[in-house]
């Protein structure tokens, strides 16, 4: 992950389990608070300006929570559409009423 605001830039790479992290005091407690355990630090620019130096770490370290891995996908649960669900019901074979008519249908006449 990286991380830039006007004259810094960092860049922050894992390291082998169980390292720790490799960083100034300020960018250890950050990554700390974000639960980085293990990470190499690199930057580049003026870092005597703490809060640009903290800003940028913040930053970087909000870019990796805004991506999705697959496994944080939520789960898709997909209904029938009313298509499938009612085409059994309009299969099936109705007994046919038949109606008697009691009067003959009218007839427009012109």
Request: net charge positive.
């Given at each position: 992950?990286?991380?830039?605001?006007?004259?810094?830039?960092?860049?922050?790479?894992?390291?082998?389990?169980?390292?720790?992290?490799?960083?100034?005091?300020?960018?250890?407690?950050?990554?700390?608070?974000?639960?980085?355990?293990?990470?190499?630090?690199?930057?580049?620019?003026?870092?005597?300006?703490?809060?640009?130096?903290?800003?940028?770490?913040?930053?970087a370290?909000?870019?990796?929570?805004?991506?999705?891995?697959?496994?944080?996908?939520?789960?898709m649960?997909?209904?029938?559409?009313?298509?499938?669900?009612?085409?059994?019901?309009?299969?099936?074979?109705?007994?046919?009423?038949s109606?008697?008519?009691?009067?003959?249908?009218?007839?427009?006449t012109?």
């Amino acid at each position: 992950m990286t991380g830039s605001l006007w004259l810094w830039a960092g860049e922050y790479r894992p390291c082998p389990r169980g390292t720790g992290i490799i960083s100034a005091p300020v960018l250890k407690k950050l990554l700390l608070l974000a639960s980085i355990d293990d990470c190499y630090t690199s930057v580049r620019g003026c870092t005597a300006t703490l809060g640009n130096f903290a800003k940028a770490t913040f930053e970087a370290i909000s870019k990796t929570y805004s991506y999705l891995t697959p496994d944080l996908w939520k789960q898709m649960l997909f209904t029938k559409s009313p298509h499938q669900e009612f085409t059994d019901h309009l299969i099936k074979t109705h007994t046919r009423v038949s109606l008697q008519r009691t009067q003959a249908p009218a007839v427009a006449t012109t």
